[in-house]
C-alpha cells in the first residue's frame, strides 16, 4: 500500500512532513489495518510501527471529527508515552479538526470526565486511569471503532492486563490492534479474550 491510497487531508500531512515512502512493515501492515482485521503488529523499533498506527487511526476516522464519543482508544504505557504519542498525532492533524485527549494518573479525573464527555475523537490513555474512568462511566465507548494497544510489552507490568480486558465485553463491534516488538506471554493472553480471530503480521529487519 502507498501513501497515495489515503484520503486528501491525510496524503497532504504525510507530504508535510517529509515522508516519501512507506516503510517494509508500513508496506506490509496498513492494507491488513485498513481491511479492518483483528491484528497483532510485530516489528523492531524503528521499523515505523507507530507512524503506520497514526497514519491508520486517521484514515478510518476520515481525518474528521464526529459527534462526540470516542472512535479511537489507543492504551499506553504511562503518562510519558501519552504525551509523546499526542504530539506526533498532533504533527499529522494540524490542519485537521480531529480531537486527541490524554487520560493518565496525575490529572483531576472530574476534569477529564468533563472533557471526554463534551467530545473527543482519539483517546490516549494508561491502563488504569482509563479503567477508573470506565468504572465511574466518564467514557462512552458505542461509538468506537479502533481499539488499539501501542508498545504492548507494558502488560507484562502487574495489573495492567486485568484493567484492558475487561473492557471489550462492552464493546459490541470494533478493531482490536496490538503493536509490539515481539510476542509476549501476557499478549498472547488476550487471545482468550477479544483477540481471538486476531492474525500476525512479523516484519523483522
Same mark, same amino acid.
Do not use: W
Given at each position: ?7 486528501? #487531508?491525510?496524503? !497532504?500531512?504525510? !507530504?508535510? =512532513?517529509?515522508? /516519501?515512502? #512507506?516503510?517494509?512493515?508500513?508496506k506490509t501492515a496498513l ?12 516489528? #523492531? ?7 503506520? +498506527? ?6 478510518? =476516522? ?21 504525551? /509523546?504519542?499526542e504530539q506526533k498525532f ?5 490542519? +485537521? ?8 494518573? /496525575? ?41 488499539? =494497544? !501501542? ?25 482490536? =490492534? ?6 509476549? #506471554?501476557? +499478549? ?6 477479544? +483477540? ?10
Amino acid at each position: 500500500m502507498s501513501f497515495k491510497k489515503l484520503n486528501p #487531508p491525510l496524503k !497532504e500531512a504525510i !507530504e508535510r =512532513l517529509g515522508f /516519501e515512502s #512507506p516503510t517494509a512493515f508500513q508496506k506490509t501492515a496498513l492494507p491488513k489495518i485498513k481491511s479492518g482485521a483483528d491484528l497483532y503488529c510485530l516489528a #523492531p523499533e524503528g521499523s515505523g510501527k507507530t507512524t503506520a +498506527m497514526i497514519i491508520s487511526v486517521i484514515q478510518k =476516522l476520515n481525518s474528521e471529527a464526529f459527534e462526540d464519543s470516542p472512535r479511537a482508544l489507543i492504551y499506553v504505557k504511562d503518562k510519558e508515552a501519552a504525551l /509523546e504519542l499526542e504530539q506526533k498525532f498532533k504533527k499529522f492533524t494540524r490542519e +485537521m479538526d480531529l480531537r486527541i485527549y490524554c487520560a493518565y494518573e /496525575e490529572q483531576n479525573i472530574d476534569d477529564q470526565k468533563d472533557a471526554i464527555y463534551y467530545g473527543v475523537d482519539i483517546v490516549i490513555a494508561t491502563p488504569k486511569r482509563l479503567g477508573k474512568l470506565f468504572s465511574m462511566t466518564g467514557i462512552h465507548l458505542g461509538q468506537l471503532q479502533l481499539f488499539i =494497544l !501501542e508498545d504492548a510489552e507494558f502488560l507484562s507490568k502487574p495489573g495492567n492486563i486485568d484493567e484492558i480486558v475487561r473492557i471489550p465485553l462492552s464493546i459490541s463491534k470494533c478493531q482490536y =490492534l496490538v503493536f509490539g516488538e515481539k510476542m509476549v #506471554p501476557k +499478549m498472547e493472553r488476550l487471545q482468550d479474550t477479544f +483477540m481471538e480471530r486476531a492474525k500476525v503480521i512479523k516484519v523483522s529487519k
